[in-house]
């Protein structure tokens, strides 16, 4: 348990509405990321955060920014939602900062509907 | 780029019998590579990971891997099979560039156990 919470588990939205999703975690790691996962992809990384107001696209960033203002949290905002943004999406952070040796853990996800 | 290929999306067993799982990876340098678990509903757990040293990796649940540079490929293995380890299988290839960890993922193996 790396100490990740995402908010919230569960979310219906409606298209065009714009949505947020929260990513806390307790263990102060510098890196942070957000993936999608869809059946036949895998995980997909959407974006990623390498410090406080550090922040870089990943390869399905389209439709989707982020923000982190504190080390704690990383929000995940679907500006205007559709119906290809239906997936679930997991945050992870990233021990360590050497890259040799670091490993990524993942939180609950959240499983998101766009209507 | 990398890349992870697990050929396999869906497996049968028996409780008891013996599991082997797939991945082939490419990558130009060594590979950092990994295996995570992830039962229905929930997040990615890691069972193993790989970085360098002894290429008959241990991990959690009773689980190994044996990396082979000669063949790419970072298998999966459990010699008795639980009814508790059906789930899906997820496996990863790391690289750190510039300090972005970037893993790429496979599209999962879906295990079924049977009694």
């Known amino acids: 348990d790396a100490g990740i919470t995402q908010s919230p588990r569960h979310k219906v939205t409606e298209t065009g509405t714009p949505v947020t999703l929260r990513c806390h975690q307790t263990e102060n790691h510098r890196y942070m990321y957000w993936y999608r996962q869809d059946p036949g992809h895998g995980l997909r990384l959407i974006h990623y955060s390498y410090g406080v107001k550090d922040t870089d696209k990943g390869e399905v960033s389209d439709g989707y920014s982020v923000s982190r203002s504190k080390t704690e949290d990383f929000l995940l905002t679907l500006e205007s939602a559709t119906s290809s943004q239906t997936s679930v999406y997991f945050c992870a952070i990233r021990t360590g900062t050497s890259g040799t040796t670091d490993t990524q853990y993942f939180g609950p996800g959240t499983r998101l509907t766009v209507l | ?115």
């Open chain 2, 1 to 115: 780029a990398q890349s992870v290929t697990q050929p396999d999306i869906h497996i049968t067993v028996s409780e008891g019998a013996s599991l082997e799982l797939r991945c082939n990876y490419s990558y130009g340098a060594t590979p950092y590579l990994f295996w995570y678990v992830q039962s229905p509903g929930q997040g990615l757990q890691l069972l193993l990971k790989y970085f360098s040293g002894d290429t008959l990796v241990q991990g959690i649940k009773g689980f190994e891997a044996e990396f082979k540079r000669s063949q790419s490929s970072f298998n999966l293995r459990k010699p008795s099979v639980h009814w508790s380890d059906a789930a899906e299988y997820f496996c990863a290839v790391g690289a750190v560039s510039g300090g972005y960890q970037k893993v790429t993922f496979g599209i999962g193996t879906k295990l079924q156990v049977i009694p």
